[in-house]
C-alpha cells in the first residue's frame, strides 16, 4: 500500500525572536490540500507575498537558510522545515508577520510540539517520493565538506563533523529511520564558537541570540572583562565556562548534539528539493552552504531523471500493435511519403509510433547531401501520419476515412534528425474527439531527447 501525503488537521501558533532582529514573530501553520509542497507568506506585507520552500530562492546561508522571492526575504527556516519532514508532513503553508522565522530554544523542538498539537492528518493522494537511482557526490575540498547520496529504499542520514578544537572534539550522528527525528534530532540545539559568536554582536547581527538558544563553545582562555560583556549582552546574572569549554554551564543534551543539530539543519535544508526522498545521505562537515548546493545539485538531477522517466521506451522485441502491412490498409500513403514503420502503443488518450531513419531515404539525396539531416517538413508529416493512424482508429470501418488536417501550431524543431536515428513518435490528446474533430500534442523523440514538437488539429471525412 503506498504512503499518503499528510498536512496538520488545524492551524497552529507558534511565537518567538527572530535570531538577528531580535523582534517578536508569530508564525502559524496551516492545512493545506495535497501537492501544495512548503509555502511561506509575508502576512506583514501588503501583497502578502508566498515565497516556495525552493532550493533555487536560497540567497544567503552565512548565519541560516534566507529565501528570496521577488526581492522578499525570510530568514532561518531551516529548523521549521526539518521538524516538517520530521514529522512526515509533506504540505504546509507557513505564515509570518516579519522577516525571520523565531529561533526559539535553537533547535526544532517547539516546532514539532506545535505541529502535534495540530493534529496530522492523510491526504488522498500518494506521496511523491523520489528514489534515487545512483549516486551523487558534492565536494568541497577547500574546505573539506563532503555530501553522498547513495539509494536506499526510505531516508536515512548520518553527519560527521571535525573542527579541529579541544572544546569540540570529532562527532557522528545518525538518523536510520525518519520517526525517530522527534526524540533523537529536534531537542538539538544549534552551536557556535565564542570567536564567531563576538564580531555578531559586535556588528548587533545577533539581536536575538540568548545562552538558552544556542551552545556556546569556548577554545581560549577568556578574560573577566569579556565575560562582563556577555553578560550584559545576553543580560545574564553571571556568565561561567565549564570545564568542558561551554559558555555558561550550559547542560549538553546528548553528547553528540552539536554533531545531532547538524544532522538537523541537512534535513531542513533538503526539505527544499521539494521531494520527500529514498536515498542514504553522508554528510561531512556539512553547513547550510554546502547544504543549498547539493540540494540544488538534487533538484537538477531529478528534473533529468524525470524527463528520461517521461521518455517512451521502445523495446524492439516487443510484437508491434501495428505493423507496416497495418498501417498500409489506414493510410493512404506509399512510399516513399509513407513515414511510420509500426505503431508500438496505443490507448484512449496516447499513440506512440516508429519510424527509422536509413540512408537511403530519398530526401537525402538532395537535403543537405554532404552531411544529410532529414527535412523538418517530414518529421511534422511524420507526427500527423501518426496521429491519423490513431483518429482512424476512434472509426469501425478506418478504410472508408481518410484524416486531413485542418492547423498546425506552436511548431519547435529541437535538434537535427540524422541516418541512424530511430524517431519515436508521441501523439497525447489535448481534448476530446468531437464531430470528427482531433486536437493532438505531438513530440518526436531520437532516445530521451525531444527533437520535433507541434500541436495539430485533423478531421475524419469520408473517402
Known sequence: MNEKQKTLIRPVTISGRGLHTGEKVTVIISPVPANFGYKFKRVD???QPIIEA??????DTSRGTTLQKN????????HCLAALVGKNIDNALIEIDGPELPILDGSSKLFIEAINKAGIKELEEDRNFFELKENIIYRNEENDIEIIAMPCDKLKVSTIIDYNSKALPPQIAKLDNISDFEKEIAPCRTFVFLHELEPLIKHELIKGGDLENAIVFVENNVKQEELDKL???????SIEIKGQGILNNLDLQFDNEPARHKLLDVIGDLATVGRPLKARIITTRPGHGANNQFARMLKKHIANQEKIDKTPHYDVEKEPIFNINDIKKMLPHRSPFLLVDKVIEMDEK???GIKNITM?????VGHFPNEPVMPGVLQIEALAQCGGIFTLSSVPDPENYQTLFAKINNVRFRKKVIPG???????ELMSPIRRGMCQMRGKAYVGNQVVTEADLLAQIAKK
Open 45 to 47: 506585507l501588503e501583497e
Open 350 to 352: 496516447r499513440i506512440i
Open 231 to 237: 553578560k550584559k549582552f545576553f543580560n545574564k546574572p
Open 360 to 364: 537511403d531515404e530519398p530526401f537525402f
Open 71 to 78: 526581492n522578499i526575504k525570510l530568514h532561518t527556516t531551516e
Open 54 to 59: 525552493d532550493a533555487n530562492y536560497v540567497v
Open 421 to 427: 536515428d530511430t524517431l519515436i513518435l508521441v501523439l
